[in-house]
C-alpha cells in the first residue's frame, strides 16, 4: 500500500477516509486492454492556492484528474496522483498579516481545509504536499542553478509598481486596471482573463492598487530572467507534433502566442515576499530577491512525487509519463514557461489536458443570486457522488465551459443515475438477496451469448473512452450496458416464476451484470462501487475481473444513490434545508442556538497596535454587566481612528481570549467584506450591552474558538445580515451594512 502523506491536523475520520483506498492494483491488464501493465504515469491537478476556500469550480479538475487515476489503476497501470497546496506569494503574506500569524500558519490552515474537501468529494491522493517545503526548496535551487550553468538566466534593470501609500512594491496580481489589448476593464497585471494575454503591471492602462485603491507609480528595480524567447521553435515543434496530443483549442492559442512573439520571463519578485529567496540576490543585485510563485509552484509536482517515493522520482518524471489537469486560465504558464524550464533541464515533456469553466445556471457563480457554492455548502444538500456523476456525464476533452444547471443536475441524479444505473443494480441485488441468498447458476443461453458480446465490445470502447478521457463517452455507453440490464430484466419478469431454476439463472445473469457495471463506473463512483461488491460478498474488483463468471452469496444492499429533492429557489446549499446552518466537512446540522453572543458595544478608545501595522487596539464598553473588553481588529486599512471613536457596533463577546502580536483580545468586532470594501454592523437605537440575535435563535454564552466563528456563515442581503433564512436584529431594530456587495460575507 502506498503511504499517505497528510497534514498532520488534518482529523482522524478524514485521515482514514483518505488513506483507506489508495492501495495500488496489482491485478494485470486483461487481453484486450488498451493500457500497458505496469507503465508508470504522474498524474496532476493544479496546486490550488492556500488563501481560500475550494468551491465547486475547482472540484471540477480534481474529479476528473481523480477518475482518470483510478481507471489508470485499475487497468493495472503504476499510477501516482500527486498534488500540493500552493503556499508562497504577496496574496497570502498579505492576509496573514491582517490575520497576524505567520504565513506559513496562515497557509496550513487552508491546507488542511483542503485535504477535508477533497476527502469528502471522494478525490484521493497518493501525496499531498506543499511547495513551501524542504524538497521543493531544494529542487527549486538545483534547477534554477541549472538554468544559470546554461547560461539561461540574467538580470536587467526593468519598472516595476511601487506604491507610495503602502509603501511597496506590487506584484501583479495586486495592481489592476484595463487590459491595454482587449480594453477590458478591472484586470490584473499578469493576465488579462478576458483574451487571455499575459501582462505586467506596467502594461495596464489606469492602474490602480488593489490593496489601497490609489493611483500607483513605476520605479527601476534589478530583477533575474529567465530566457523564453529561446525556446520559441521548440515549443512550436512540440505544440503541433501528434505525441503532444495537444488539444485543438490550445493549439490554436499556442500557436498564436508564438506568433505574436514570447518575451524573456521575469522570474524574481522584490521584498516583501512569502517565497524562496534567491541565492546570492542580494550580493548580485544589492536587494534580497525572491523566486516568483509561478517558478516555484510547478516544481511542486516534482517535490510531491519526492516527497511519496524519494529518489525514485526520476523513474517516474525521467522514464514514466506526466498528465497534468489544468484550467484554462493558467494554460499559459503551463503551455509556455514550465515546458521551457523542464526542457531547459532534460526532463520529459508532460501531457496537459485543459478544461473550461464551471457555471452555475449558465451564468457564473453568484453569492447573490444563490449559486456560489464552496465544497462545504454544497455537500449540505447534494451527494458527493452526484456531482462526480454530474460532471463526468458532460466532460469530454473540448475546452468548454461546463454548466451545473441545478434543475438539470437534479433530473440527470434522479432520472439517469437513479432510475437507470442505480434501479438495475438496485433492484436486481435487492430481488435476488430477497428471494435467493445465493447464486449458483448463470442464464447462458442465444439471447445472452448474444447480449454478452455486444457488451464485451461495449467494454473495450468504454477503456478506450477513459484512456482519451471521454469521460462523456465512457457514462453514455456504461448507461447502454444498464439498459441492456434494465430490459433483459423486465422481459425476464422473473417475479413471476421466482423458483424456477430459469429465473435464477437469468437473475444470475442480471448479477453478473450489476458486476460489471460496478467496475466499469468505479473511476467516477466509488462508494457506489463498493456498496454494490460488499452485497456480492466481494472486495475491490478491477478491470480484469470483468466477466460473467460470478456465483456465490448476497448480502443485503445498502441504498446506491440519494434522490434530489427540490432546494428553495434563490438560496444557497444550506438554507434551503434548516433554519440555520453550521458549515462543516460532513451535512449541514441544524442548531437551536446560535454558538455566539453577539452584543453592541461602544468603542471609546483606539490606538495603533504597538507591533502590527495593520491593527488596532480599541476599548469597548459593553455596559454594566458585561464592563469593557481590549479589541484587537485589522480595520487600519479601511478606517481612520477618528472615524472609529464613539460607533457602536455589534461584537461577538464569548470568543476565547487571545494575544494577536503580543497584544490581548477579548472580543471580537464584525464586518462585512466584499474584499473592496468594509462595513461594521450599524447600530443605531440599540443600546450598549444589549443582545442582537437571529430571528428565533438564541445566543449561546459557552465560550468558542476562532476556527470555530470561521465555520459560521452570515451573509450580505438587501443590506441586512442573514444567517441561513434568519435576519439580525436586536429588539428595536434591524442590524444593517452599508457600501458593500449582495452576497458578502461577514467576518
Known sequence: M?????????????????????????????????????????????????????????????????????????????ALFVCASDMHGTPIEMNAKKAGIEPKKFAAKFMKEHQEDFASYLIEFDNYYHTDSKENKELVEFIYSELKKKDLIYTKKMNVIYCKSCQRSLPDRFVKGTCPHCTTADQYGDICESCGITLKGTDLVNPKCSLCGESPTQKESEHYFFKLKSFSKSLEKWFNTKESLVQPEMKNWLNNWIKNGLDDWCISRDEPYYGFEIPDSKKETGEKKYFYVWLDAPIGYISSTKNLVGNKWKDYWHHGHIQHFIGKDIAYFHFLFWPAVLMAVDIPLPKLTVHGWVT???????????????????????????????????????????????????????????????????RTLTFAEKNYGKIDDIADGKEEKALVKKIEKLFFDIEKSYLKQDFKAVIKNILIISDFGNAYFQKSEVWK??????????????????????????????????????????????????????????????????????????????????????????????????????????????????????????????GKKIGFKQVVAGLKKWF????????????????????????????????????????????????????????????????????????????????????????????????????????????
Open 360 to 426: 452555475v445556471n449558465g451564468k457564473k457563480m453568484s453569492k447573490s443570486r444563490g449559486t456560489f457554492f464552496t465544497a462545504k455548502d454544497f455537500l449540505q444538500d447534494y451527494s458527493a457522488e452526484s456531482l462526480r456523476f454530474y460532471y463526468m456525464h458532460g466532460l469530454d476533452k473540448k475546452i468548454v465551459d461546463l454548466d451545473l444547471n441545478l434543475d438539470d443536475f437534479k433530473a440527470v441524479t434522479n432520472n439517469v443515475l437513479m432510475g437507470n444505473l442505480g434501479n438495475f443494480c438496485y
Open 2 to 78: 502506498v503511504k499517505e502523506k497528510v497534514n498532520e491536523n488534518v482529523n482522524e475520520n478524514v485521515k482514514e477516509k483518505i488513506i483507506e483506498v489508495n492501495g495500488k492494483s496489482n491485478g494485470k491488464v486483461s487481453k484486450k486492454s488498451n493500457g500497458k501493465a505496469n507503465e508508470k504515469v504522474i498524474v496532476t491537478a493544479a496546486l490550488p492556492y492556500a488563501n481560500g476556500n475550494i468551491h465547486i469550480g475547482h472540484l471540477l479538475e480534481y474529479v476528473q484528474a481523480d477518475v482518470y487515476t483510478r481507471f489508470l489503476k485499475s487497468i493495472g497501470k503504476d
Open 497 to 622: 416464476d421466482k423458483d424456477s431454476s430459469v429465473s435464477k439463472a437469468a437473475v444470475g445473469f442480471c448479477l453478473n451484470l450489476a458486476r460489471n457495471l460496478s467496475i466499469l463506473i468505479s473511476p467516477v463512483l466509488p462508494e457506489f462501487s463498493e456498496k454494490v461488491w460488499k452485497s456480492l460478498s466481494l472486495k475491490k474488483l478491477i478491470w480484469k475481473d470483468l466477466g460473467f463468471t460470478w456465483k456465490g452469496k448476497l448480502k443485503k444492499v445498502e441504498k446506491l444513490v440519494e434522490k434530489i429533492e427540490a432546494a428553495k429557489e434563490g438560496e444557497s446549499a444550506g438554507a434551503a434545508k434548516s433554519s440555520g446552518t453550521v458549515e462543516s466537512s460532513g451535512a449541514a446540522k441544524t442548531v437551536e442556538k446560535f454558538p455566539l453572543q453577539m452584543v453592541v458595544g461602544q468603542i471609546k478608545e483606539v490606538e495603533n497596535h504597538p507591533n502590527a501595522d495593520s491593527l488596532y487596539l480599541m476599548k469597548v464598553d459593553f
Open 640 to 747: 481612520k481612528i477618528t472615524g472609529l471613536i464613539s460607533k457602536k457596533a455589534v461584537f461577538c463577546v464569548n470568543m476565547k481570549p487571545a494575544k494577536l502580536r503580543g497584544e490581548l483580545s477579548e472580543a471580537m468586532i464584525f464586518a462585512a467584506d466584499d474584499h473592496e470594501n468594509v462595513s461594521l454592523l450599524h447600530v443605531k437605537k440599540t443600546k450598549i450591552g444589549n443582545a442582537v440575535n437571529f430571528s428565533g435563535l438564541e445566543n449561546s454564552e459557552k465560550e468558542v474558538t476562532f476556527d470555530d466563528f470561521l465555520k459560521i456563515k452570515m451573509l450580505v442581503k438587501n443590506d441586512n445580515i442573514y444567517f441561513g433564512d434568519k435576519k439580525l436584529s436586536s429588539k428595536i431594530e434591524d442590524i444593517v451594512v452599508a457600501g458593500v456587495k449582495e452576497g458578502s460575507r461577514v467576518h
